[in-house]
């Protein structure tokens, strides 16, 4: 597959990492081809601004039923260009998918101008909010959910009546490419120019695209990235939302569901190899119960098995650059006393078979170990034994990060507490990622995994800048702004105030 943009950077070659088979060629864009992209991007952003609430609503569900029509076609790019299983790739395309419906259908009412209470000092005042497109949005993606991720800020920021100018992690273009083609024959149909449009490169374009002129950034990606994108932005104003890594931990309970949690900490912490921004990276369980769920997570996750084929638990490693973090931290782990599970596993290379990576449990393993702290980014997981949940609660905070997590109890309440405690963007109780589900939900995080809020109504909101209206609508009884203002207006407006906040209330 190759691209007709042109490019003054030369190009590049997204290749399948499973087979080291060449996907395509595409071109790696510079200043020049952002400047352009931006200049078009105006001119269809006052375009698809102008059509309104119900015709952007249309549009975009035209293009959700038509990803939805071509679901498996887009999931075979996904699993060619990440190495995911297809099945894996497909339930990424469902949930992307509910968000282009959420954000279309929700729009209007989240962002539509709508009347506040003046208040009783001004009611002479007609008051109302509204939410204006920004412009032009940037959004710089990742490639572990290469579709997912970068549409909770493409949709809603399409829905929010802005264009997007979309560049794609250099592992995933392809599917770049197919998003922005796919919007173009629905959503885009008649335009001047590409409401939608493509950027492929490296980082250097993510750069390029940074310092264009957008209104605003939306990245996606690490921390390190993050702090670079945003020290770029500094030199134009330009607002930056920022959705990071993590170290998720999820917490079990001593009266918890035990088979549920292990199933959950196997899935949240291996399915797609462990490259999942919210995926479990460390498992705290109280003390009563931790052999027995030790037991049951080592069964599970025994049984797993990377690969190819279909049928495969997960796939390689999309980024092989990734190994050497995780061999860096599966060393780090044993060095300092920790313990691999399963048993088969000699040694920490018997875990790394070619691009793909095995599953591991470790345990043992102090707080302060690389392991522990940094985002792993693979199928690897920490599990210790924690006197209680509130220890369990304590020992999740001591980290940078704070993404997701997950509580297990017998009780919902407890649980639920707990997740308000934990000081993470979202939790999930008796479940994992499951916030995720929920696209009324809005997603982020907290410290270094960023700021900002993707999905829901607060992910409207990301993509649109607040427009207040005060309208008069008859002549003030007592006007004070204004040099014409007599001792009598002030003493009125004076009473008013005195009448209705300065008196004492009655203890509730
Ligand atoms: P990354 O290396 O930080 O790259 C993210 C994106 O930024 C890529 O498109 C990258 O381009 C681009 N980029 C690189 N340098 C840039 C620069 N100087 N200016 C602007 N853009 C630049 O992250 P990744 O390896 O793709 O993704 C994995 C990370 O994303 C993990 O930390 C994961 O936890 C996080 N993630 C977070 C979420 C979330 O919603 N919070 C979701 C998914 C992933 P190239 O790839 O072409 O170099």
């Known amino acids: 597959m190759t691209t007709s943009q042109t490019s003054d950077a030369g190009t590049f070659e997204t290749v399948n990492p499973a087979t080291g088979q060449v996907i395509g060629l595409f071109p790696v864009a510079g200043p020049e081809q952002a400047a352009a992209a931006v200049s078009r991007a105006r001119e269809a952003s006052r375009w698809w601004a102008e059509l309104g609430w119900r015709e952007r609503r249309n549009r975009l569900l035209d293009w959700k039923a038509q990803v939805t029509r071509q679901l498996d076609e887009l999931a075979i790019l996904v699993h060619d260009e990440t190495g995911k ?94 998003l922005v083609a796919s919007f173009a024959q629905t959503a885009g149909r ?81 399915s797609n190899a462990g490259q999942t921004c919210i995926g479990v990276e460390r498992v705290y369980v109280a003390d009563p119960v931790y052999e027995t769920f030790l037991a049951k997570l080592t069964e599970r996750v025994t049984a797993l098995r990377p690969g190819s084929e279909a049928g495969a638990s997960y796939g390689p490693m999309t980024m092989p650059s990734q190994i050497e973090v995780i061999r860096r931290h599966l060393t780090d782990a044993v060095a300092r006393g920790g313990r691999a599970l399963p048993s088969s596993l000699e040694s920490v290379e018997d875990a790394i078979d070619g691009g793909y990576v095995r599953p591991v449990i470790l345990t043992d393993v102090p707080e302060d170990a690389a392991a522990v702290r940094e985002e792993t980014f693979g199928p690897t997981i920490t599990v210790r034994r924690v006197a ?94 204004t040099f014409a203002r007599t001792d009598k207006d002030v003493a009125r407006t004076l009473g008013l105030v005195r009448f209705l906040h300065g008196r004492r209330r009655p203890r509730s």
């Open 85 to 178: 299983p297809a099945d894996d790739a497909r339930l990424e395309i469902v949930l992307a998918i509910l968000h282009i419906d959420w954000a279309a259908r929700h729009a209007h009412r989240v962002l539509g101008a709508h009347r506040v209470f003046s208040g009783v000092a001004a009611l002479n005042l007609s008051a109302t909010v509204e939410y204006q497109p920004l412009g032009v949005i940037g959004v710089i993606g990742p490639w572990n959910y290469p579709v997912l991720t970068p549409m909770g800020s493409i949709a809603y920021a399409l829905a929010a009546g802005n264009a997007v100018i979309f560049k794609p992690s250099e592992f995933t273009p392809a599917v770049g490419e197919w």
């Open 388 to 481: 209680s949940l509130e220890e369990g609660i304590r020992l999740a905070n001591a980290s940078a990060y704070g993404l997701g997590a997950s509580i297990f109890s017998g009780s919902r309440r407890r649980a639920v507490a707990a997740a308000r405690a934990l000081r993470t963007g979202a939790a999930s109780v008796n479940s994992v990622v499951s916030f995720m589900l929920v696209p009324a939900l809005p997603f982020g995080g907290v410290g270094e995994s960023g700021f900002g809020r993707i999905h829901g109504a607060d992910g409207l909101r990301e993509f649109a800048r607040a427009k207040s209206i005060a309208s008069q609508w008859m002549k003030s009884p007592a006007p004070v702004t």
């Open 190 to 270: 008649g335009s001047p120019q590409p409401v939608l449009q493509l950027l492929t490169g490296d980082g250097r374009t993510g750069a390029a695209l940074t310092t264009s002129g957008v209104d605003k950034v939306a990245f996606t990606g690490s921390a390190a990235t993050a702090r670079k994108v945003m020290a770029a932005a500094a030199e134009r104003l330009t607002p930056v939302i920022a959705e990071c890594g993590g170290k998720d931990a999820l917490i079990v309970d001593a009266d918890a569901d035990l088979n549920a949690a292990a199933d959950a900490a196997a899935w949240g912490g291996l």
